[in-house]
């Protein structure tokens, strides 16, 4: 066991072997798993993520793209896929590079002009 259910497992025996769940540990489950390293982590994982949000703030500024603007609402901490847990910074990339996809589909030059050809 690691995180919230170890810490539940140490500090409520009786509710973790009932299989009544972990209370929230807030950075307990930091604690628990990355021990004094920590304060390291989260100085380090606040750093990517402050550099990461500069940078899709400032892409979606320039280009008024909602790909960029997708993964700047992530780095904010604004999930676009409504679950509790995890970082799911593989899956907001891949929802971008879906919507990168279809805006280039939709806008492109090409598809106008097949479009305004066959309603003439």
């Not at 995180?3 to 509710?15: E, N």
């Not at 790909?67 to 891949?94: A, D, N, Q, T």
Request: charged content about 15%.
């Amino acid at each position: 066991d690691f995180g919230a259910l170890y810490l539940a497992k140490v500090f409520f025996p009786d509710a973790f072997y009932r299989n009544q769940g972990a209370p929230a540990f807030g950075y307990g489950e930091l604690y628990a798993d990355f021990g004094l390293f920590t304060p390291v982590w989260l100085v380090i994982s606040g750093v990517f993520k402050g550099v990461l949000a500069k940078y899709f703030s400032n892409k979606t500024q320039e280009t008024k793209s909602a790909h960029y603007f997708i993964m700047f609402l992530f780095c904010i901490g604004i999930s676009v896929i409504p679950v509790s847990m995890g970082w799911l910074f593989p899956e907001h990339l891949m929802i971008a590079f879906m919507v990168y996809i279809a805006s280039s589909f939709v806008f492109s030059e090409h598809i106008r002009f097949v479009l305004l050809r066959n309603n003439k």
